[in-house]
């Protein structure tokens, strides 16, 4: 965790994105649902425009982690803003 979170704090544009999907997929395997979703909520922000289907993807996984967490209106919030494009 302190690696993806000191590339995190490093990073800019899509390599920031990259390395806070990273730390919500960390945070996921410790089964820390509430960190996972907003690492991967970071992610999706951090996102440079033009990266919709990137998005979409960070949007689902966030939304699977707010779920686990048993936040099921936050995971459908998430799913309904995940919009793929033209991707």
């Known amino acids: ?3 993806a979170q000191a590339r995190f704090d490093a990073a ?3 390599d920031r994105a990259i ?3 990273c730390l919500g ?3 996921s395997e410790l089964e820390q649902w509430p960190e996972a979703a907003a690492a991967l909520g970071q992610a ?3 996102l440079p425009s033009g990266q919709t289907a990137y998005a979409a ?3 689902i996984a966030k939304a699977a ?3 686990a967490a048993g936040r099921a209106e936050a995971a459908l919030t998430d799913l309904a803003q995940a919009d ?4």
């Open 84 to 87: 793929p494009g033209d991707d």
């Open 12 to 14: 800019t544009g899509v």
């Open 25 to 27: 997929i960390a945070y």
């Open 1 to 3: 965790l302190e690696e």
């Open 57 to 59: 993807r960070l949007g």
């Open 44 to 46: 999706r922000d951090s």
């Open 65 to 67: 982690a707010e779920l």
């Open 19 to 21: 390395a806070a999907h």
